[in-house]
């Protein structure tokens, strides 16, 4: 998925992307889970089923699982990429602006210094 960084819903588009990184990789880690359990393992403990609900924000807390430190991090790098990008397509624009003006400015003041002679 291309999300632009002008387009007005590119933050409900960042959140969606945010989601399903999460909910592919919580299906992940219950399918690994179901096939340890399928394995004889006998320890059955679910991560995520212990009564907590989540919270929007996950930070790195004290008993954060690796899981949800993990997801952490991608969510960080992702936003982190994210906020580079559009950086940069504001720095391109504010650049072509600045040389614009200044060929603008440079053509007035040439178009002034003939007149003058």
Excluded: C, W
């Amino acid at each position: 998925m291309h999300i632009h960084p002008s387009s007005p819903n590119s933050s409900q588009s960042e959140d969606d992307a945010a989601t399903k990184i999460q909910a592919g990789f919580r299906g992940y880690r219950v399918r690994k889970q179901i096939r340890q359990n399928k394995g004889g393992n006998g320890s059955s403990t679910a991560s995520g089923s212990n009564g907590q609900q989540r919270s929007p924000k996950v930070g790195k807390k004290i008993g954060a699982s690796l899981e949800d430190n993990s997801a952490v991090k991608i969510q960080a790098g992702v936003r982190g990429f994210l906020v580079r990008k559009r950086q940069k397509v504001a720095t391109e624009a504010a650049t072509k602006i600045q040389a614009s003006f200044r060929g603008f400015k440079t053509r007035k003041d040439l178009k002034t210094t003939k007149t003058e002679k």
